[in-house]
T-cell receptor, first 115, second 113 residues
């Protein structure tokens, strides 16, 4: 009965590889997000989709590409991984992105380590 | 532009004592304000929010926060801290005219028995 789930939980890979992280929510929410948390715990929004439409696209390298096949899923694909991509990536969802609907529910995180 | 500051990296209190975690914000319009908590190796959990209405907001686990427009603050408080409140606390703000939530750097709370 997990609300927001992410796979995998841990990801260790070599520089230059391509990897994907998957996110699914069973809350019936319309809006989903990807955040990056660095080693100092600083949290930064990367992308957000509302009803499969991209509404937030922060300044991230174009090696990062989100894909939302439906409202319940938001995947993150990363090409040509670099050492600086090592971080914890959190997926989140909310009913909407305005007012009372924007309380976000976070997944458990995917810990990415690039060697 | 919007920003949020948590001036204290760490807050240490004894169990049973009041707990305050400070947050100040800067927005060009009206703020939407949030507090989230992160336990070790877990995702963030929502505590409370201010959207409009009463300046004193009550949330989960006995926490509350007061919106102070003149001081642009939204401090988190708990009258009597528990050891289990030890965690990383994030304040977040969204300007009415923006889509994204901006998070503070986080404050680590340690409650000693």
């Amino acid at each position: 009965d997990t609300a927001v789930s992410q796979t995998p939980k841990y990801l260790v890979t070599q520089m230059g590889n391509d990897k994907s992280i998957k996110c699914e929510q069973n809350l019936g929410h319309d809006t989903m997000y990807w955040y990056k948390q660095d080693s100092k715990k600083f949290l930064k929004i990367m992308f957000s989709y509302n009803n499969k439409e991209l509404i937030i696209n922060e300044t991230v390298p174009n090696r990062f590409s989100p894909k939302s096949p439906d409202k319940a899923h938001l995947n993150l694909h990363i090409n040509s991984l670099e050492l600086g991509d090592s971080a914890v990536y959190f997926c989140a969802s909310s009913q909407g992105f305005r007012g009372e609907q924007e309380t976000q529910y976070f997944g458990p995180g995917t810990r990415l380590l690039v060697l | 532009a919007q920003s949020v500051a948590q001036p204290e990296d760490q807050v240490n209190v004894a169990e049973g004592n009041p707990l305050t975690v400070k947050c100040t914000y800067s927005v060009s319009g009206n703020p939407y304000l949030f507090w989230y908590v992160q336990y070790p190796n877990r995702g963030l959990q929502f505590l409370l929010k201010y959207i409009t209405g009463d300046n004193l907001v009550k949330g989960s686990y006995g926490f509350e926060a007061e919106f102070n427009k003149s001081q642009t603050s939204f401090h988190l408080k708990k009258p009597s801290a528990l050891v289990s409140d030890s965690a990383l606390y994030f304040c977040a703000v969204r300007d009415f005219n923006d889509y994204k939530l901006s998070f503070g750097a986080g404050t680590t709370v340690t409650v000693r028995a």
